[in-house]
T-cell receptor, first 113, second 119 residues
Framework: DAKTTQPNSMESNEEEPVHLPCNHSTISGTDYIHWYRQLPSQGPEYVIH???SNVNNRMASLAIAEDRKSSTLILHRATLRDAAVYYC??????????????FGKGTLLTVNP | GAGVSQSPSNKVTEKGKDVELRCDPISGHTALYWYRQSLGQGLEFLIY????????KSGLPSDRFSAERTGGSVSTLTIQRTQQEDSAVYLC?????????????????FGPGTRLTVL
């Protein structure tokens, strides 16, 4: 299965930026980097994805290293509602041209008031 | 609009009993995934449905697990002769199209999960 490495946990203060790192040294040239998060007692939700260029959306920014072997999810101003497990994900091939997302253990983000 | 729904939200059963878990994907979504999440762990892929194609069952942990998807919509995950190690949260996700090589990005929308406890 596709492999990503993330810190088990990180801590931040409210209204401060948060940088969540991810290593994916085995990434292939056509693989997107996906980020999902899982709030307590909920199913995961999509955050952002990218291929080569840095990406921004209303939730976060994604900074991708030039060699694509690592990326950083950036929450510009953490709020208490951002406390969640953040998953950095590569896809894995299923049968034929189908793929699945392989979720690791992610990074548990704690936001302090 | 309505998201992915799952029922029941909680299920407590005795070891050896069969259980059925239901997933209602977002209308029009052709791809449907089942995962399970044990306490403190990441998500484990179980099975994938795409349209009317035969499902990819490569993640099912044993032959006690099966799933079907009727009419390309509702899906049911069945666990026969439940064991205590089956206790987990079972999550269903759907996406508009498969996570393929090309085309627009298709994020997966997850349901709230069914928490299964086998006593």
């Amino acid at each position: 299965d596709a492999k990503t490495t993330q810190p088990n946990s990180m801590e931040s203060n409210e209204e401060e930026p948060v940088h969540l790192p991810c290593n994916h040294s085995t990434i292939s040239g056509t693989d997107y980097i996906h980020w999902y998060r899982q709030l307590p007692s909920q199913g995961p939700e999509y955050v952002i994805h990218g291929l080569t260029s840095n990406v921004n959306n209303r939730m976060a920014s994604l900074a991708i290293a030039e060699d694509r072997k690592s990326s950083t999810l950036i929450l510009h101003r953490a709020t208490l509602r951002d406390a969640a497990v953040y998953y950095c994900i590569l896809r894995d091939r299923l049968r034929g041209s189908n793929y699945k997302l392989t979720f690791g253990k992610g990074t548990l983000l704690t936001v302090n008031p | 609009g309505a998201g992915v729904s799952q029922s029941p939200s909680n299920k407590v059963t005795e070891k050896g009993k069969d259980v059925e878990l239901r997933c209602d994907p977002i209308s029009g979504h052709t791809a449907l995934y089942w995962y399970r999440q044990s306490l403190g762990q990441g998500l484990e892929f179980l099975i994938y449905f795409q349209g009317n194609s035969a499902p990819d069952k490569s993640g099912l942990p044993s032959d006690r697990f099966s799933a079907e998807r009727t009419g390309g919509s509702v899906s049911t995950l069945t666990i026969q002769r439940t064991q205590q190690e089956d206790s987990a949260v079972y999550l269903c996700a759907s996406s508009l199209s498969p996570l393929g090589e090309v085309g627009p990005y298709n994020e997966q929308f997850f349901g709230p999960g069914t928490r299964l406890t086998v006593l």
